[in-house]
Structures are given as structure tokens and as C-alpha cells.
């Protein structure tokens, strides 16, 4: 079955930052969403719906040459 759900994204880092990329991974490693966010405020605050089946999923926050990852359940 497919879930729709959120991934909540806040302030990530408190550093000037231009863009950000969220990658969104199931458990065997296929690319299921991405998408680009340009700066506002040095803030990030978006929530992406992840229509996907019940799972783990591993997101990753791409910002500044620095990535952050983050494991979510469904």
C-alpha cells in the first residue's frame, strides 16, 4: 500500500546557505524523490510528501559541500 506522510525540513545549519537538495532513498537504494530549494532567510522550513509504500527510508540534506542523512520510518 502507499502512505502519504511528511518529512518535516527546519533551519538545517546556522551558516548562509544558497541551496539545498533533499534526496529521499527506500531501503534498497533507489532514488524515489529529489528536489532543489533555493535560500530564504538562511531558514529551510519545508515539508515534502512522501507518497511511497511502508518502509525505511534514508534522506539525505545536500548544503555547502556538506551532507546530512537522516533515517525515516514509515
Not at 533507489?30 to 532543489?36: F, K, N
Not at 515539508?47 to 559541500?65: D, F
Amino acid at each position: 500500500t502507499t502512505s502519504s506522510s511528511s518529512v518535516i525540513l527546519s533551519e538545517v545549519e546556522r551558516q548562509p546557505l544558497n541551496t539545498l537538495s533533499i534526496e529521499i532513498y527506500d531501503a534498497t537504494g533507489r532514488l524515489v524523490q529529489s528536489e532543489t530549494f533555493q535560500n530564504q532567510n538562511n531558514q529551510f522550513n519545508k515539508t515534502i510528501e512522501l507518497n511511497q509504500p511502508k518502509g525505511i527510508y534514508l534522506v539525505l540534506l545536500k548544503a555547502n559541500g556538506n551532507i546530512w542523512n537522516e533515517k525515516v520510518v514509515e
